[in-house]
């Protein structure tokens, strides 16, 4: 199990190829792969009856009084409470616990556990079945709405852009590349033998990925690639453009550290006099957080019951609003397993919307991050 974790820390650390590593969402993303396949080694035991304790929703009615009230599920859990964020349903709050799906205000059903959440303008997409091999994934989409849609099965390494409408994944010895605009493959790009690594970083336009073949001693040995939608045309590219390419990706920060023309993000925070605050630096300071957009100083409180936690960001919103999560204090790093929190800028105030130790699969450009995926 360990070996399998190392596997995947050295092939996420091999793609970053600069300091700008996100130590917590790599070690998140190699605790929630590990943690699944724990849990199906280890079926019928305490461990699995207690995840699916774990898993325990209750829902109820968002409290501002602009939507309609929501149905709670056919079998009510008792062990966690959650408030349905549903302000803006273009990027509604979306999180996942075991095959149940939180999406705004909706709640959906999926065949099985999904590995997966991609949520674009135009809807959500999940997928499902990585554990059991790639003879038994599926893609679906819906609107909410909706029913679930298969869009694509027996496929693997699945990965949304972060900017853009891009979906990329793997299918044989293709690579396949979706538009989530226009719900429909764009491209199909042939390997010709070679195999794919990470990182897969979709743009706008364009895809860049990492390609290599038996003679590579490891992944950072591979070739880095471009493939433009719009011309068809697959270049090879230095590793500087492949770095370019994943600070594209990733876009300019929302909240930034130490000063306001500071490109440094803050994702991190500690629950200090009831307010958020930044870790502390080398020397014991807690440098202050602005917003990037207005240069404002953040100040936001969060509700009784969490001094002292340590929580991180891991869905914005929209341009006011960010949705948080109470880090875990067990198994590698602090594995977000904590209760789940909104939080708005303007009002300067956080909400819990889901409390309880919860095994969260939640967005995030590797299809989750937590415990459980």
Do not use: K
Request: glycine share 12%.
């Amino acid at each position: 199990m360990n070996g399998m974790l190392r596997e995947l820390l050295s092939e996420r650390a091999d793609a970053a190829g600069s300091h700008d590593l996100d130590l917590l969402d790599l070690i998140a993303h190699g605790e929630r792969r590990v943690t699944r396949r724990r849990r199906v080694a280890l079926a019928g035991t305490a461990a699995a009856v207690a995840l699916s304790v774990g898993a325990s929703l209750a829902l109820v009615q968002a409290g501002d009084g602009t939507s309609p009230p929501v149905s709670p599920p056919t079998d009510p859990p008792s062990n966690a409470d959650v408030l349905p964020d549903t302000a803006d349903p273009s990027r509604p709050l979306t999180y996942g616990v075991n095959a149940t799906i939180y999406y705004g205000d909706r709640i959906i059903e999926a065949a099985e556990d999904p590995d997966g959440l991609y949520v674009f303008d135009d809807g959500l997409w999940f997928f499902t079945g990585e554990n059991e091999g790639t003879s038994t994934t599926h893609l679906y989409y819906t609107d909410g709405s909706s029913e679930p849609v298969e869009i694509a099965r027996g496929i693997d390494r699945v990965t949304p852009g972060e900017v853009g409408s891009l979906l990329v994944w793997q299918d044989g010895d293709d690579v396949v590349i979706y538009d989530t605009n226009v719900r429909d493959v764009v491209a199909r790009v042939p390997l010709n033998g070679q195999r794919l690594g990470n990182p897969i970083i979709p743009l706008e336009d364009t895809v860049h990925w990492r390609e290599y073949d038996d003679t590579a001693d490891s992944i950072s040995d591979g070739r880095s690639v471009r493939y433009d939608v719009s011309t068809g045309t697959r270049t090879r590219v230095s590793r500087a453009d492949e770095r370019a390419a994943g600070a594209r990706a990733a876009g300019p920060p929302h909240l930034v550290v130490g000063s306001a023309d500071s490109r440094n993000p803050a994702e991190d925070f500690t629950v200090i006099d009831s307010r958020l605050e930044f870790d502390t630096d080398a020397q014991g300071a807690r440098p202050p957080v602005f917003v990037a957009a207005t240069g404002e100083r953040l100040r936001v409180t969060v509700p009784d019951g969490y001094e002292g936690e340590s929580l991180g960001v891991r869905q914005w919103l929209d341009d006011d609003r960010f949705a948080l999560v109470v880090h875990g204090t067990g198994g590698i790093g602090r594995v977000p397993t904590g209760d789940l929190l909104v939080c708005r800028i303007s009002s300067g105030e956080c909400r819990t919307v889901a409390s309880g130790e919860q095994d969260w699969l939640l967005p995030g450009a590797f299809g989750g991050v937590g415990a459980e995926g």
